[in-house]
């Protein structure tokens, strides 16, 4: 079955960095989209990042534009969000995604907390 597992969470200081990854399985990872998104307290689940099947495009919010960066490894069923210069208001719960077969996959996701 579908599955994914998202790591790479913890507390960081405003204006650190970290990076999330997404391990991927029971699918063929390849030929699939993958997106990130985050939940933050209170607020509604908000689209993050989105990166094509090959690789070769991506997409972001406006809020993590030239700060985040998305990336994939084919070989390893792999999503990675390299996140720089990171704010208190990037707290949150990152989930990644997978739209397979008219359905959406989730993971459990990985806490992110920005705070001094």
């Known amino acids: 079955q579908v599955q994914l597992v998202e790591s790479g969470g913890g507390l960081v200081q405003p204006g650190g960095s970290l990076r999330l990854s997404c391990a991927a399985s029971g699918f063929t990872f390849s030929v699939h989209p993958m997106t990130w998104y985050r939940q933050a307290p209170g607020k509604e689940r908000e689209f993050v990042a989105l990166?094509?099947?090959?690789?070769?495009?991506?997409g972001y919010a406006a809020s993590v534009k030239g700060r985040f960066t998305i990336s994939r490894d084919n070989a390893k069923n792999t999503v990675s969000l390299q996140m720089n210069s990171l704010k208190p208001e990037d707290t949150a719960v990152y989930y990644c995604?997978?739209?397979?077969?008219?359905?959406?996959?989730w993971g459990k996701g990985t806490l992110v907390t920005v705070s001094s």
């Open positions: 995604k997978a739209f397979i077969n008219v359905r959406d996959y």
């Open positions: 990166i094509t099947s090959s690789g070769a495009n991506t």
